[in-house]
């Protein structure tokens, strides 16, 4: 399961790179386009509603540098329509290709760009965090191991972590009882995820707890000699 998780980790990461890459890409055509594009004033001649998608696209109607009509559909398609026939708006158009055109506006130029940087932003921070949070909880377990102030508890039961799930999966915790050192009561220690049910094994034992000494809440319930070295 931890190689799973790691899994997920590089393919979030991943995936979001290459969006945000696509989108970057964007950027930089539209700025290729708008140095060599010109501008023209354009009216919406017509509204057309695309039926499988339940949305609308604007038709554009200009003149270009050469008095020739031109017609081009906004690359946007939104439900309400964003435009409304009559309207107008300015056009930036390719002059050796006028039918290569869009709306000079900050949804026209930059609407699919900033989706698919920000989507692809987003997409690797989940991955990275992911990685981070794995790397946290390695090197705190490695601290306890080697600092934490180590208290005998006593094993009470395994539950299922349903608020965790990974590709439909819960973990399992395991649950102990033991002596706070800091305040010399009863409390309740909880593992992290494990992915087995080890029930069977514990049945009876007794567990080490190691504690950070500056705080109790801070600590682990050591199940390397029955899980390894948990997810």
Do not use: C
């Not at 309207?87 to 026209?108: F, H, I, K, R, W």
């Not at 305040?183 to 504690?211: C, F, H, M, N």
């Amino acid at each position: 399961m931890k190689a799973t998780i790691k899994l997920i980790a590089w393919a979030f990461t991943v995936f979001g790179l290459v969006f945000a890459g696509v989108g970057a890409f964007f950027f930089y055509q539209d700025s290729q386009f708008a140095q060599r594009a010109q501008t023209a004033q354009g009216v919406v001649s017509e509204v057309v509603r695309k039926t499988r998608e339940s949305s609308y696209t604007a038709i554009v109607r200009f003149t270009d540098s050469q008095g020739r009509q031109q017609e081009m559909a906004d690359r946007i398609n939104s439900s309400p329509p964003r435009f409304s026939q009559g309207d107008t708006v300015e056009v930036l158009y390719d002059p050796q290709s006028p039918s290569n055109a869009l709306v000079n506006d900050l949804m026209g130029r930059y609407f699919l760009p900033g989706m698919f940087t920000i989507l692809g932003v987003l997409i690797a921070l989940v991955g990275i965090g992911i990685h981070l949070f794995s790397v946290y909880k390695k090197r705190r377990e490695t601290w306890l191991l080697r600092f934490g102030q180590p208290v005998e508890a006593e094993f009470l039961h395994v539950f299922l972590d349903e608020k965790v799930s990974v590709n439909g999966a819960n973990p399992f915790r395991v649950v102990a009882q033991g002596t706070d050192p800091q305040t010399g009561r009863i409390r309740r220690y909880e593992s992290g995820a494990i992915w087995v049910d080890p029930t069977e094994q514990l049945q009876g034992r007794k567990l080490r707890v190691l504690i950070d000494p500056k705080t109790s809440d801070r600590h682990m319930i050591d199940l390397t000699d029955v899980v390894g070295d948990p997810a």
